[in-house]
Nanobody
Framework: QVQLVESGGGLVQAGGSLRLACAAS????????TGWFRQAPGKEREFVAT???????YYADSVKGRFTISRDNAKNTVYLQMDSLKPEDTAVYYC?????????????????????WGQGTQVTVSS
């Protein structure tokens, strides 16, 4: 079974940085698309960033230029480097991968493109 565990969240002041990590077991990241999503209290889950099997990346406009998604194949870990953090970045951040049961008919910004999810890590940005 696939298991994803996020780490690296915490409390940081506006303008600061955090690096989130997503470690996987039961699935090799380099063989699947991986994404980061976030959900703030009272808000819907929203797309943040994704990296394809070929390491092509794509970002939501709200984080473009500030966040970087990357993958370490040797460690089977996907990262989200977050710089210049803003209070509106406050949310629970989730990593997810898209396997054989995921929908291939929707955009990679759509949660339905992914079929395995971690439990999330809290990121809080204070002003």
């Amino acid at each position: 079974q696939v298991q994803l565990v996020e780490s690296g969240g915490g409390l940081v002041q506006a303008g600061g940085s955090l690096r989130l990590a997503c470690a996987a077991s039961g699935r090799t990241f380099s063989s699947y698309r991986t994404g980061w999503f976030r959900q703030a209290p009272g808000k819907e889950r929203e797309f943040v960033a994704t990296i394809s099997r070929g390491a092509i990346t794509y970002y939501a406009d709200s984080v473009k230029g500030r966040f970087t998604i990357s993958r370490d194949n040797a460690k089977n870990t996907v990262y989200l480097q977050m710089d210049s953090l803003k209070p509106e970045d406050t949310a629970v951040y989730y990593c997810a991968t898209g396997g054989s049961t995921a929908s291939l008919t929707v955009s990679y910004t759509n949660p339905k493109r992914y079929d395995s999810w971690g439990q999330g890590t809290q990121v809080t940005v204070s002003s």
